[in-house]
Nanobody
Framework: QVQLVESGGGLVQPGGSLRLSCAAS????????MGWYRQSPGKERELVAT???????NYADSVKGRFTISTDNTKNTVYMHMNSLKPEDTAIYYC??????????????WGRGTLVTVSS
């Protein structure tokens, strides 16, 4: 299990920028994949961005070119830089860690979320 704590959410104007942080309770070196998901009212939780151990990243089409996921291994922290924010980006953002625990199994860990509101 990995404990995850998100921070950095808040109110930002359209076109603005924000950086989310996710602090993990253990070295992210041992985590197979980390990422960010979001959920807005009436919608399912959706993938925003992920980063695998090898550094490969994946982004939702809706955020590609605007959001960037990165890590600081010395701080056990994952970041997401959010640029050119739009009102539709408003959501609770959740940090996620996936760890392979066996030949066929894995484990997902989730933070409690941080709210991002994009509004003028």
């Amino acid at each position: 299990q990995v404990q995850l704590v998100e921070s950095g959410g808040g109110l930002v104007q359209p076109g603005g920028s924000l950086r989310l942080s996710c602090a993990a309770s253990r070295s992210i070196f041992s985590i197979n994949r980390m990422g960010w998901y979001r959920q807005s009212p009436g919608k399912e939780r959706e993938l925003v961005a992920t980063m695998a151990g090898g550094g490969n990243t994946n982004y939702a089409d809706s955020v590609k070119g605007r959001f960037t996921i990165s890590t600081d291994n010395t701080k056990n922290t994952v970041y997401m830089h959010m640029n050119s924010l739009k009102p539709e980006d408003t959501a609770i953002y959740y940090c996620n860690a996936f760890t392979i625990v066996g030949p066929t199994g894995g484990m997902d860990s989730w933070g409690r979320g941080t709210l991002v509101t994009v509004s003028s």
